[in-house]
């Protein structure tokens, strides 16, 4: 497959998962032994824990939308740039429901092969999360001094 039919596969599991909503959906797109390089404690492998993993955020942010802000590939690796945001609805993380608009980003790095996702790390930045459901403070604007 092509680099742009790579990016094509990723773009499309992006809006129907994240947009969508459409989790049972993610068999078009994710190779049944799919390994999950962030999973949550206690998720099950393969693509079925991931899909509880998923799930779960749905659930926690029913409005959740995503947006690829960019996309670099080489080879079978795909690294992805991507903005979500939405409302606490639920528990999230451990966190309960505060009904808190959130906005984070992060990157995740997928591998393909024959045509489906088989392998995705990623990274997204909780500090800005847990601030925005006031789990940890933000930090003070910094004030003028005189001299």
């Keep these: 497959m092509s680099l742009e039919d790579n990016k094509a596969i990723v773009r499309a ?14 068999d078009e797109f994710f190779a049944q032994d799919y390994l ?25 942010v029913p409005d959740l939308r995503a947006t690829v802000e ?3 590939a080489e080879g079978d690796k795909l690294a ?7 409302t606490h609805r639920g528990e999230l993380l451990g966190i309960p429901l505060t009904g808190k ?20 790390w990623e990274q997204w930045d909780r500090l800005p999360l847990l601030q925005q ?3 940890l403070p933000t930090p003070a604007a910094p004030t ?3 001299g």
Excluded: C, M
């Design 36 to 60: 999950d390089h962030a999973p949550l404690p206690g998720q099950a492998p393969g693509l079925e824990g991931a899909k509880h993993k998923w799930a779960s955020y749905l659930t926690a």
């Design 144 to 146: 003028a001094t005189t």
């Design 70 to 72: 960019d996309i670099l």
């Design 13 to 26: 599991h992006v809006e129907a998962l994240f947009n969508q909503h459409r989790v049972q959906q993610t």
């Design 80 to 86: 992805v740039r991507w903005t979500v945001q939405g």
């Design 133 to 135: 459901l006031g789990v």
């Design 101 to 120: 608009h959130v906005r984070f980003s992060g990157i995740s790095i997928y591998r393909l092969a024959a045509g489906k996702i088989a392998e995705q």
